[in-house]
Nanobody, 118 residues
Framework: QVQLVESGGGLVQPGGSLRLSCVAS??????MGWYRRPPGKQRELVAF??????IYADSVKGRFTISRDNAKKMIDLQMASLKPEDTAVYYC???????????????WGQGTQVIVSS
């Protein structure tokens, strides 16, 4: 059973930065990414890798950067110029045997809370 473990969440002031990390327990995924669930809202895509190509949600373009280290089975999300609307639980995600990225039965981390508030 593959496990995805996130770290790096916390409380930050508007305009600040945070870095999230996700480590996979067993394998390197060609496709892997980050989702978030804002309070009272649906889960939404933040950014992901499709091979070597990084793809971002419009709401985070220019502010967030996703990176990966295949040797460490890790992806990071560097978040800058944070806004209150970035407040959410952030989840690491990877596809799983017939279940694509973002689907319920794909691999999900436990989530890490990010709160952007003054």
């Amino acid at each position: 059973q593959v496990q995805l473990v996130e770290s790096g969440g916390g409380l930050v002031q508007p305009g600040g930065s945070l870095r999230l990390s996700c480590v996979a327990s067993e394998m390197t995924f060609r496709t892997m990414g980050w989702y978030r669930r804002p309070p009272g809202k649906q889960r939404e895509l933040v950014a992901f890798f499709s091979g070597d190509v990084a793809i971002y949600a419009d709401s985070v373009k220019g502010r967030f950067t996703i990176s990966r280290d295949n040797a460490k089975k890790m992806i990071d999300l560097q978040m800058a110029s944070l806004k209150p609307e970035d407040t959410a639980v952030y989840y690491c995600n990877a596809p799983r045997d017939g279940y694509g990225l973002g689907t319920e039965n794909s691999y999900w981390g436990q989530g890490t809370q990010v709160i952007v508030s003054s």
